[in-house]
């Protein structure tokens, strides 16, 4: 997988949360300042183009009838307006993790509906959210409220959409317990059977959505892996997407193929809460009638 992080950057995380735990209201505050001391590192952060063109060679006898290009972010945390200028897409995901604390659900309604706001404002043709474990005021809130408020966009939960294209996309806010004492679980099975029936539920798909990683693919985090081995074997045995998109872990930014399969954990925060890092681009073709990474 390859991936941004370091010991250094681990420990500054570890100090800066021990610090903003124990002093609850500054959280929020030390955010602001932070991003205000690296705006220009913010500024620059742009885009990375994944695509495979430059990795695989098509046959000659197998020419694309058609390109479906997808831009991909995740864990905005209440700062989608920092993500920058997004390069034009066909479809823009987002893979959860709209909202910042799940246990903090005071102003979540005003965020929700600036980031419908700024949803309108992107160019894309067709826009896909899916909620994270952070989001526990969409988990409240439900289904069809949410999809009241998000009215710029897709809201899939555990469910499938297709494109005018035919290309399909199932999203599903499901990431593995954090354990601990974390307060945020939202949409995060606290038992192994509720886990499996969530990821055996996932059906074959062109593209794969979920908030939380497979295991071994952007998982590593700075108290553990949180990586899930059952979406990764049902991922690799049974739904084959071209693409699995996800957030979650935001130390383990970056993409890893595998078969058909590209993986990507589009995770905008970097391990600080600060969106430094970049959106990610990725091109599918439609091959023989069916759709691969480009």
């Known amino acids: 997988m390859t991936k941004r992080g370091s010991f250094r950057g681990e420990l500054e995380a ?10 609850g209201p500054l959280y929020r505050i030390g955010l602001e300042l932070r991003i205000l001391c690296i705006r220009q590192k913010i500024r620059n952060r742009g885009s ?16 694309a009838t058609n390109e479906f290009r997808v831009v991909i972010i995740s864990d905005t ?19 959860g993790d709209v909202l910042l604390r799940s246990h903090e659900d005071i102003g979540a309604g005003e965020a929700l509906k600036d980031f419908n706001a700024w949803l309108g404002e992107q160019s894309h043709p067709h826009k896909i959210v899916i909620a994270g474990n952070h989001d526990h005021y969409l988990q409240e809130m439900g289904v069809s409220a949410v999809r009241r408020n998000l009215t710029n ?6 469910e499938l ?14 990431s593995v317990t954090n354990g601990g004492n974390s307060p945020n679980i939202a949409f995060q099975p606290q038992d192994e059977q509720a886990a499996l029936d969530t990821v055996n539920s996932i059906p074959k798909c062109d593209i794969l959505v ?47 193929i595998e078969g058909r399969t590209t993986f990507v954990n589009a995770s905008v925060m ?3 809460y600060a969106p430094t890092q970049p959106t990610v681009l990725f091109t599918l073709a439609k091959v023989d009638k069916c759709w691969v990474g480009k």
């Open 14 to 23: 570890f100090i800066f949360r021990t610090i903003t735990g124990l002093f």
């Open 270 to 272: 970097d391990i600080l």
């Open 77 to 95: 945390h209440c700062h989608h307006r920092h993500a920058g200028t997004l390069p034009h897409g066909d479809l823009l995901i987002h893979c």
């Open 153 to 158: 966009a897709i809201y899939l939960e555990n």
């Open 161 to 174: 959409w297709t494109s005018p294209a035919g290309l399909t996309v199932y999203g599903t806010p499901y």
């Open 210 to 256: 979920t908030h939380g990683p497979p295991l071994g693919k952007g998982d590593d985090g700075t108290r553990g892996i949180f990586g899930c081995e059952h979406l990764e074997r049902r991922v690799r045995s049974i739904v084959q997407p071209a693409l699995h998109c996800y957030g979650h872990v935001h130390q383990s930014f970056g993409h890893a």
């Open 48 to 63: 990375i183009d994944i695509s495979l063109s430059s990795q695989r060679t098509e046959s000659s006898e197998t020419k």
